[in-house]
T-cell receptor, first 111, second 115 residues
Framework: GENVEQHPSTLSVQEGDSAVIKCTYS??????FPWYKQELGKGPQLIIDIRSNVGEKKDQRIAVTLNKTAKHFSLHITETQPEDSAVYFCAASYNTDKLIFGTGTRLQVFP | GAGVSQTPSNKVTEKGKYVELRCDPI?????LYWYRQSLGQGPEFLIYFQGTGAADDSGLPNDRFFAVRPEGSVSTLKIQRTERGDSAVYLCASSLMGGTNTEAFFGQGTRLTVV
């Protein structure tokens, strides 16, 4: 079955700096790669996703890149703000119906 | 309601007892998912419903876990003879259709503690 590894487990950055989180997946059939942000006591919230027919997608300060050959994808957050502090999860699936999540990255943005 | 609603938000039960966790999906969403999240881990898939039927229950850990969605809307996750290892946050999500083109929206979860 699919296995998703995520690094780093914790990430501390200064406000205004960039943050990068990386994930690798094992199943070459996976075609959907969402990223979720989870704040304390809340459920995960989708922030951006990418499908296997696209190499890069950007939404304001957030971007995701996908390398199908290497089976890895990354989340890039630019101009970080304190409100970006949360736990971020990557996930992979075939057709979204069974998301396999990474272990999460705790991002802290210091003012 | 505007989002996925889960009740109760917290549940403490004694080892060996039976519990039911409820999920109210977003109105009109045909796909419903249950995940379990242990402390410091990512959500782990349990079961996926398309309408009233369980399309994929491969994540249910054993036969003590069962879920239903009798009318294709509200779903109940049932756990028999609870064990301390069942303690986790149980997350429910729904999406409009399932498949490749629809986003899954998560509820806030039910924190289950088995003592």
């Amino acid at each position: 079955g699919e296995n998703v590894e995520q690094h780093p487990s914790t990430l501390s950055v200064q406000e205004g700096d960039s943050a990068v989180i990386k994930c690798t997946y094992s199943d070459s059939a996976s075609n959907y790669f969402p990223w979720y942000k989870q704040e304390l006591g809340k459920g995960p919230q989708l922030i951006i996703d990418i499908r296997s027919n696209v190499g890069e997608k950007k939404d304001q300060r957030i971007a995701v890149t996908l390398n199908k050959t290497a089976k890895h994808f990354s989340l890039h957050i630019t101009e970080t703000q304190p409100e970006d502090s949360a736990v971020y999860f990557c996930a992979a699936s075939y057709n979204t119906d069974k998301l396999i999540f990474g272990t999460g990255t705790r991002l802290q943005v210091f003012p | 309601g505007a989002g996925v609603s889960q009740t109760p938000s917290n549940k403490v039960t004694e080892k060996g007892k039976y519990v039911e966790l409820r999920c109210d999906p977003i109105s009109g969403h045909t796909a419903l998912y249950w995940y379990r999240q242990s402390l410091g881990q990512g959500p782990e898939f349990l079961i996926y419903f398309q309408g009233t039927g369980a399309a994929d229950d491969s994540g249910l850990p054993n036969d003590r876990f069962f879920a239903v969605r009798p009318e294709g809307s509200v779903s109940t996750l049932k756990i028999q003879r609870t064990e301390r290892g069942d303690s986790a946050v149980y997350l429910c999500a729904s999406s409009l259709m399932g498949g490749t083109n629809t986003e899954a929206f998560f509820g806030q979860g039910t924190r289950l503690t088995v003592v």
